[in-house]
């Protein structure tokens, strides 16, 4: 294998961020704030945005020191902005084009020290789970959600194409 499979696994997180983001952003107000019917916690509004800062927030932990980290709250209509600006740093990252030396060990707001593969990790499984909620709430409303995963990734970049008989 020679490609970098960090690299495809980020590209990915960002293209499917984009789609639910896309997928969204034709919502009603109602429907965006809508009351999940399922055991998720918050509407599609406040996951979506908890989504995007999070992973603003996973980026700044990767790559400044405590003190200098900010917590951001983007309005619904800046999520898609915020999402691409915090996806390609973090794809710089996994590429390692950042020109940034990550240290062994990050020291979190909450008193931890962790390694920064962990944080690489919970990046991609935050927002995957987060996605899926999403997709489950529009599925409640009716709606057909995107189809995000590998498979529909793999076709939209031409990986995966139909052998031709």
Not at 14 to 43: F, H, M, Y
Not at 120 to 148: C, D, F, K, W, Y
């Amino acid at each position: 294998m020679t490609e970098k499979i960090l690299v495809k696994l980020f590209e990915h997180n960002n293209w499917a961020n984009l789609r639910i983001i896309q997928a969204c952003s034709a919502l009603s107000d109602e429907q965006l704030d809508a009351a999940p019917i399922s055991v998720t916690k918050g509407c599609i509004r406040e996951t979506l945005t908890h989504l995007v800062s999070s992973q603003h927030n996973y980026l700044a932990l990767l790559t400044l020191p405590l003190e200098e980290r900010t917590r951001i709250a983007p309005a619904f209509s800046e999520l898609r902005e915020a999402v691409l600006r915090s996806g390609e740093a973090l794809l710089a990252l996994a590429r390692d084009e950042s020109g940034f030396y990550a240290p062994t060990r990050l020291r979190t707001r909450d008193e931890y020290i962790v390694k920064p593969w962990v944080v690489m990790l919970q990046v991609i499984n935050h927002a995957s789970e987060h996605r899926e909620q999403i997709s489950s709430m529009l599925t409640s409303l009716g709606i057909m959600p995107p189809e995000m995963n590998g498979w529909a990734y793999g076709e939209a970049t031409n990986a995966l194409v139909p052998i031709s008989t």
